[in-house]
């Protein structure tokens, strides 16, 4: 069983980063969820825990010690940059060899594929969390979110999923994890979690906003002329039920619909 721990950077009293409307706490928060709800659904023997679910502060002992605590086999710390540059990097501690290397290789390359990012590298660096975790570890700075062309990409729901699509698949290459058997049968059918449905795309939005703030990464679709806020999309029905008790836990209305 892999023990993965995803660190969402800043939170609460500490926003990180501020730029073009947005704030790294929100943006790492959302990436590193999704990176989660992926790799627990989706692939066997693993198990993951996050060093914040919610816009709490978090210090850096805390994150490093808790990862320690739980005996993590990974450590994977998502943020964002600045500093007006543009583009994707990644970090390691320095000094170190494999295996962290050659994790970091599997996530990056895999993140650099699928996002179109223009490369700037991987890095090391002595950064608490990789120099205070017991095991391997990586620091991901997604993009400059002062900078306007990255900033408008990690505004969108859409490339935040691409974003953690990378880091999972990156992980599970890293960590040799298989995917789970949907259970589909052969079926094809893809069970959606929506927990609203709008005339008015305001709302729609609005609902869809107060979800990620609950730690779901909602998404705003036009169809069948109304506006309806998804919080995933899934093969297995276990997969979607699980979504679903999650949002009902925070207080949502749910239905889960099958598309074949």
Sequence with gaps: MAKIFI???HGGSDPGAVGNGIQEKDITLRIATMIRDMLVSEYEDV????????????SLSERSNAANAWG???FVSVHVNAGGG???ESYVYTGVGAPTTTYQTAIHNRIINLSNWSDRG?????FHVL????????????????NATDANKLKSASFLSTLARGHAEGIAD????NKKDTGGGGSGDLY???????????NADSLAEQARRDGLEAAVLFRDNLYKVQIGAFANRANAEAMEDRAKDAGYATIILTES
Aim: hydrophobic share 35%; glycine share 8%.
């Design 174 to 177: 890293a960590f040799n994890l």
């Design 72 to 74: 993590a086999d990974y």
């Design 86 to 88: 543009i583009g994707f």
């Design 192 to 202: 959606k979690v929506q927990i609203g449905a709008f005339r008015n795309k305001e």
């Design 7 to 9: 660190d969402p950077g």
């Design 122 to 126: 991987k890095k090391k660096a002595n």
């Design 131 to 146: 120099r205070e975790t017991n095991m391997p570890a990586i620091l991901i700075e997604n993009g400059f979110i002062d």
């Design 47 to 58: 198990t993951v825990r996050m060093s914040r679910t919610s816009d709490e502060t978090v």
